[in-house]
């Protein structure tokens, strides 16, 4: 095994460590179901090992498995039938228990304005990789931002 091959793995291994929960809570913000954001999660880790040598720029590793992420959770979102955002079965694990009006808040949102709240506050993602991730214009990332607040702000005051 070749030295930089060895060493584009161990970023690898060390950036799936380090980001298994953000990878999780970005998964669950968008599917909104457990198991399956499980396995966007371990299907996003087989993908983007496959193709680790298409990565140009291993300081961007984050980004490129977000990136991957996403695709994978809008894939799947696609081949439900329906979705519907306010399931009761839905449960809020993956924020704390002071928070949970936010997080219903922010579960009720559109698929698109969510996961550019998630990324943005939760994962601190500027807004020009998220652009990268989402595969939108940063001035759209920046609208959803600002919709999303305004959208929370009205939902939280009504509250």
């Excluded at 198991?35 to 993908?47: G, W």
């Excluded at 695709?71 to 979102?77: D, G, M, P, V, Y």
């Excluded at 304005?113 to 214009?137: G, H, M, N, P, W």
């Excluded at 990332?141 to 600002?146: A, E, M, Y």
Aim: with cysteine; net charge neutral.
């Amino acid at each position: 095994m070749r030295v930089k091959e060895k060493l584009r793995q161990e970023c690898f291994l060390s950036a799936v460590r380090e980001n298994a929960g953000a990878f999780y809570r970005y998964a669950y913000s968008v599917l909104l179901n457990r198991q399956d954001a499980e396995d966007a999660v371990s299907e996003m880790i087989l993908k983007a090992f496959e193709h680790l040598d298409d990565l140009r720029h291993i300081h961007k590793m984050r980004s490129w498995m977000f990136q991957i992420l996403a695709n994978i959770c809008k894939t799947a979102l696609s081949k439900r039938k329906y979705f519907d955002a306010s399931d009761e079965n839905v449960q809020t694990e993956v924020c704390h228990k002071d928070y949970t009006q936010l997080w219903e808040s922010i579960r009720k949102m559109d698929e698109k304005f969510r996961e550019v709240v998630i990324l943005y506050y939760f994962e601190c993602l500027k807004t020009r990789e998220i652009a990268q991730i989402l595969d939108i214009s940063e001035g759209t990332v920046k609208s959803r931002l600002s919709r999303a607040r305004d959208k929370l702000k009205e939902d939280l005051l009504l509250e």
